[in-house]
């Protein structure tokens, strides 16, 4: 009996199938294949997986409306979607109805792998918050609630720090500008709040403020921090 993680790949296209069929379990995964979305809710109900990739382009089911089904059934189950490279819209609805992550077709397999193992990781800390977050020079203890660079500390602003604290929670995943909006400001709150709030951690952060190492934009999608290390 192998303990080896299972992998549902959701998704209509065979030649996408087999090279996640290939690439996974060359890897270490086993993978399980839904062409279709009600092939998929079927697995899921039945089989113990431990992360999803879902098509949203899927034959039967609205790829939305298949993922909001699977956080009804699957709540904690990590989810990683493949979009179109020009469906920002898609991602942005993907992301705010539960999905961990995305990657656009075509997409590299060692990309892949790093959002897997980032979705994994996180899904494995739920309710057990890392006291300390540390990347690169950057570290933040959740504790104390101090910010370092080096061995510089930073002063932030609560709202700051109320960012800060948001995005290194959900370290590697993207959240949305709509997510960091509602869970910072609330949901009526000026999307220019967010831009000026990043700009000003990275003022502060950053060794570059231009180039980022630690709070990435998602072009058109939202901003996410950098993995620890």
């Known amino acids: 009996m192998t303990n080896d ?3 549902l790949v959701i998704d209509d296209e065979p030649p ?4 996640l069929r290939v690439g996974l379990g060359s890897q270490g995964y086993q993978v399980v294949e839904a062409q279709n979305g009600r092939t998929a809710l079927d697995l899921l109900s039945r089989e113990d997986i431990a992360l999803a990739i879902l098509d949203l382009g899927l034959p039967d089911i609205k790829g939305h409306d298949l993922l909001a089904q699977i956080r009804g059934l699957k709540p904690d189950l990590p989810v990683i979607v493949l979009s179109s490279r020009d469906d920002e819209a898609g991602k942005v609805e993907a992301l705010d109805l539960g999905a961990d ?5 075509p997409f590299g397999m060692n990309e892949l792998l790093a959002r897997m193992r980032t979705a994994l990781r996180h899904q494995l800390a739920v309710g057990g918050e890392r ?6 020079e950057l570290s933040v203890d959740l504790v104390r609630r101090i910010v370092r660079v080096g061995e510089r500390e930073v002063k932030l602003s609560p709202k700051e720090y109320d960012v800060l604290r ?13 997510h960091l909006l509602r869970e910072v400001w609330g949901n009526a709150a000026d999307p220019q709040y967010l831009r000026v709030y990043v700009r000003q951690l990275r003022q502060k952060l ?3 403020p ?3 190492r630690y709070i990435l934009t998602e072009t058109g999608v939202g901003y996410r921090m950098r993995a620890p290390d």
Do not use: M, Q
């Open 16 to 19: 996408i199938r087999k090279l």
């Open 166 to 178: 948001l995005l290194v929670h959900h370290a590697g995943k993207v959240l949305t500008h709509a």
């Open 206 to 208: 950053e060794p570059e």
């Open 5 to 7: 993680p299972r992998i």
């Open 101 to 105: 992550d995305y990657v656009t077709k």
């Open 131 to 136: 006291p300390v977050f540390r990347a690169g």
């Open 210 to 212: 231009e180039r980022p």
